[in-house]
Nanobody, 127 residues
Framework: QVQLVESGGGLVQAGDSLRLSCAAS????????MGWFRQAPGKEREFLAA????????YYADSVKGRFTISRDNAKNTVYLRMNNLKPEDTAIYSC????????????????????WGQGTQVTVSS
């Protein structure tokens, strides 16, 4: 059974940084695509970043490119999302997901392409 557990969220001030973690069990993350999404109240789920399973290629939404960085530690079977220069509009529930290893290109940006999801972690950025 695949399980994803996010951690690292919290209440921060604008301009601060956070690193979210997504610990996986039941699946070797280096062999599968991993993605980060967020959902703010009243808004649709938004793609943030992904890393492909086959070659480790990373993908980012334009809205976070240059501020967010996705990475993975294969030894810990954990994916991270480093978030810098946080803004109040970054306030949301952040979730990680895992999908088939062949995900790439535009497909990695689709939430429907992922098979398993974590419960999410709340990030609140005050102004």
């Amino acid at each position: 059974q695949v399980q994803l557990v996010e951690s690292g969220g919290g209440l921060v001030q604008a301009g601060d940084s956070l690193r979210l973690s997504c610990a996986a069990s039941g699946r070797t993350i280096s062999r599968y695509a991993m993605g980060w999404f967020r959902q703010a109240p009243g808004k649709e789920r938004e793609f943030l970043a992904a890393i492909s399973g086959s070659d480790g290629v990373t993908y980012y939404a334009d809205s976070v490119k240059g501020r967010f960085t996705i990475s993975r530690d294969n030894a810990k079977n954990t994916v991270y999302l480093r978030m810098n220069n946080l803004k109040p509009e970054d306030t949301a529930i952040y979730s990680c997901a895992t999908g088939p290893n062949y995900l790439s290109g535009s497909v990695v940006r689709r939430a429907t392409a992922y098979n398993y999801w974590g419960q999410g972690t709340q990030v609140t950025v005050s102004s």
